[in-house]
């Protein structure tokens, strides 16, 4: 049985979180190497990415694995906590083995959906993407962490690495692999720090070379 107690300041998302989720999101991944680009016009970008981080962060909580590190928790379960209070600081999207990202119910709104935020040309390099990262996905079962983002108040903390660290000790606890894609090259070490291990190469449109890690669960 999974152990969920937290650690401080980390707690399950809740649909409540959907509009911190969405903008730290939509921030974290504004310039990233993979998602700007997705999203190429940068003037309408914030609210292109937000309305897709916002439908996928609602497909993401119809499973209980997400989980946020919320500042006001940390602030009360230790008063010396360098997370400051109030909004989240850091927030992780992850599904459970064996499932989809977009549910069957739900991928004719995500097409109608890319179609009204995109023109043709980038609604296609998304949809193609998205099935390489699909195709690139482990057979074997595992935990899938599809996103890591840091609110920008608080960015050079290390909110992201303990937000991670405490999914994965839940993980270890359970005997669960995880996977990840590494959109941002300047992430790789930290993951490899962790315990990841390189996958696989997916090379996107433009050349854009993703890295997709790999972690065993470990014995604590």
């Not at 379960?77 to 459970?96: K, Q, T």
């Not at 993407?129 to 960015?155: C, I, K, M, N, W």
């Not at 790789?188 to 696989?200: I, N, V």
Request: aromatic letters at 8%; charged letters at 25%; glycine letters at 10%.
């Amino acid at each position: 049985m999974r152990n969920d107690t937290p650690s401080p300041g980390t707690r399950p998302a809740t649909l409540d979180d959907v509009d911190e989720i969405t903008r730290i999101l939509t921030s974290a991944f504004f310039e990233d190497p993979v998602w700007g680009p997705a999203f190429p016009d940068a003037a309408t970008r914030p609210r292109v990415a937000g309305a897709y981080w916002r439908f996928m962060v609602g497909e993401a909580l119809r499973f209980s694995e997400s989980r946020v590190l919320d500042g006001a928790l940390a602030r009360e379960a230790d008063p010396s906590s360098r997370v400051g209070g109030g909004p989240l600081r850091a927030v992780s999207i992850w599904y459970p083995p064996g499932a989809d990202e977009i549910s069957e119910k739900a991928l004719p709104a995500y097409g109608a959906m890319i179609g009204e935020l995109l023109s043709p040309d980038a609604a296609t390099a998304l949809e193609k993407a998205g099935a390489q990262f699909a195709d690139a996905r482990p057979s074997e079962p595992h935990a899938y962490l599809t996103l890591l983002g840091v609110a920008p108040e608080a960015r050079g903390g290390g909110h992201g690495m303990a937000l991670l660290r405490a999914a994965l000790a839940r993980y270890d606890e359970e005997g669960v692999p995880t996977y990840l894609e590494s959109s941002n090259p300047a992430n790789d070490a930290r993951y490899e720090r962790l315990g990841y291990r390189p996958r696989s190469l997916v090379e996107l449109n433009g050349g854009v070379r993703v890295q997709t890690y790999w972690r065993e669960p470990q014995r604590r």
